[in-house]
């Protein structure tokens, strides 16, 4: 499966943003789809999961309360909804898939990843 990431932009703190993935392929729906960031100079980090039909969803803790993940596999699109953003939250943001819901928050055990999108939060 082949993974686009859009949606980033510049957004001062506080405000929203809501990232897309777009996935090819006929397969989408065997996938759990993950969020990942990178912050400069850090090293990517989770941020969600959802499982291959949405009813099952995973935060990281900076996330939680504040980011949605949904997915609608009619269009192969998995979306993250962020909120109350904060400066911390600047990065460049990637979705993966991977085969199972687990280890979810493990970035070796995905195996496919979109190209990013940058989110720059202002303060």
């Known amino acids: 499966v082949q993974l686009q990431a859009s949606g980033g932009g510049l957004v001062q703190a506080g405000g929203s943003l809501r990232l897309s993935c777009a996935a090819s392929?006929?397969?989408?729906?065997?996938?759990?789809m993950g969020w990942f960031r990178q912050a400069p100079g850090k090293e990517r980090e989770f941020v969600a999961a959802i499982g291959r039909i949405g009813f099952m969803t995973y935060y990281a803790d900076s996330a939680k309360g504040r980011f949605t993940v949904s997915r609608d596999n009619a269009r192969n699109t998995v979306l993250l909804q962020m909120n109350s953003l904060k400066p911390e939250d600047t990065a460049v943001y990637y979705c993966a898939a991977k085969g199972a819901m687990v280890e979810v928050t493990t970035e070796a055990k995905y195996d496919y990843w979109g190209q990013g999108t940058l989110v720059t939060v202002s303060s």
């Open positions: 392929g006929r397969t989408f729906g065997s996938y759990v």
